[in-house]
């Protein structure tokens, strides 16, 4: 089971840490992807990190957010700095096994999903 959690409403400007815990099984050879929704749009990719330790990110979130998985690999952390208003969405985690995919940031790449978590960033 994914358990996405974190979010919350801050202001523009602060800042949020999510995490997506992995129960019962590591992320060991698995990749892992943050993405989101905005009301009214598509899904679309944030962040995600590959079984390798590869990263990518959204050019909308480049050097605001950063993600990171922990010695476990159990959980997968997005940092997310400077937040905006336009980064209001739900947020989810989701994973695919390594060699499945072609790109961390294509929501139809990714076969497993946990629950969302809002975030809110009021102006």
């Known amino acids: 089971q994914l358990q996405a959690y974190g979010g919350g409403l801050v202001q523009a400007g602060g800042f949020l840490r999510l995490s997506c815990h992995a129960s019962?099984?590591?992320?060991?050879?698995?990749?892992v992807g943050w993405f989101r929704q905005a009301p009214g749009k598509e899904r679309e990719g944030v962040s995600g990190?590959?079984?390798?330790?590869?990263?990518d990110y959204a050019e909308a979130v480049k050097g605001r957010f950063t993600i990171s998985i922990n010695g476990a690999k159990d959980t997968v952390y997005l940092q997310m700095n400077n937040l905006k208003p336009d980064d209001t969405a739900v947020y989810y985690c989701?994973?695919?096994?390594?060699?499945?995919?072609?790109?961390?940031?294509?929501?139809?790449?990714?076969?497993?999903w946990g629950q969302g978590t809002l975030v809110t960033v009021s102006s």
């Open positions: 019962g099984f590591p992320f060991d050879d698995d990749a």
């Open positions: 989701a994973t695919v096994p390594a060699g499945d995919y072609n790109d961390l940031l294509r929501p139809y790449d990714f076969d497993y």
């Open positions: 990190i590959g079984s390798d330790g590869e990263t």
